[in-house]
């Protein structure tokens, strides 16, 4: 028996076994599926097969997911160590559960002092920054979803943010626009 969840707010959200199984997972091996968050008009399910588990990250649109499905995209060119990515297409990706990873797992507060987790941590970003930066500049034109952060700011954007933490009316907030 297949059990899913749909979405309770958004009737218009597809099934996450449907969205699975676009994804090349057969349908007749879920067993349950749930949802772990629907923020952002986006959704990410658990999918529980028989013998294993997947998360399922689907978008609304591809222009939402534009960054984080272009971004695995790219980090798997680029030879950066990422989950196992088991489907995607412009709207969804479908990865290796952290749950249930037989080579991952979830940190715990003991990694945040463990000298070998600050060792594993530098040498993903030094082969992050490596490759990345070897692609950057061999490319003809940085793609389009690699934005800056910084690119939305500007002094409306400044002041406004000043508004919002309730710090608006001090000098620093004018001056920083």
Same mark, same amino acid.
């Given at each position: 028996?297949? $059990?899913?969840?749909?979405?309770?707010?958004?009737?218009?959200?597809?099934?996450?076994?449907?969205?699975?199984?676009?994804?090349?997972?057969? +349908?007749?091996? $879920?067993? +349950?599926?749930?949802?772990?968050?629907?923020?952002? #008009?986006?959704? $990410?399910?658990? $999918?529980?097969?028989?013998?294993?588990?997947?998360?399922?990250?689907?978008?609304?649109?591809?222009?939402?997911?534009?960054?984080?499905?272009?971004?695995?995209q790219l980090l798997q060119e680029l030879g950066v160590p990422t989950l196992a990515v088991h489907g995607m297409d412009s709207?969804?990706?479908?990865?290796?559960?952290?749950?249930?990873?037989?080579?991952?797992?979830?940190?715990?507060?003991?990694?945040?002092?463990? +000298?070998? &987790?600050?060792?594993?941590?530098?040498?993903?970003?030094?082969?992050?920054?490596? !490759?990345?930066?070897?692609?950057?500049? !061999?490319?003809?034109?940085?793609? &389009?979803?690699?934005?800056?952060?910084?690119?939305?700011? !500007?002094?409306? &954007?400044?002041? !406004?943010?000043?508004?919002?933490? #309730?710090?608006?009316?001090?000098?620093?907030?004018?001056?920083?626009?």
């Amino acid at each position: 028996m297949n $059990i899913h969840v749909q979405s309770r707010d958004d009737p218009g959200v597809p099934g996450p076994d449907a969205v699975a199984g676009q994804l090349g997972v057969d +349908r007749a091996e $879920i067993v +349950r599926c749930e949802t772990l968050s629907e923020r952002h #008009g986006h959704r $990410i399910w658990r $999918i529980h097969l028989r013998d294993t588990a997947y998360v399922l990250k689907w978008f609304p649109d591809p222009e939402s997911a534009l960054t984080e499905v272009a971004g695995y995209q790219l980090l798997q060119e680029l030879g950066v160590p990422t989950l196992a990515v088991h489907g995607m297409d412009s709207q969804a990706i479908l990865m290796e559960d952290l749950a249930s990873s037989e080579r991952w797992r979830l940190a715990t507060e003991e990694d945040v002092w463990s +000298r070998d &987790t600050g060792r594993a941590l530098g040498s993903w970003y030094q082969r992050l920054h490596c !490759n990345g930066s070897r692609f950057l500049s !061999n490319a003809q034109q940085r793609p &389009t979803f690699l934005t800056r952060e910084s690119d939305c700011l !500007n002094p409306t &954007t400044v002041l !406004n943010l000043g508004d919002l933490l #309730g710090l608006g009316d001090r000098p620093v907030w004018r001056l920083a626009a």
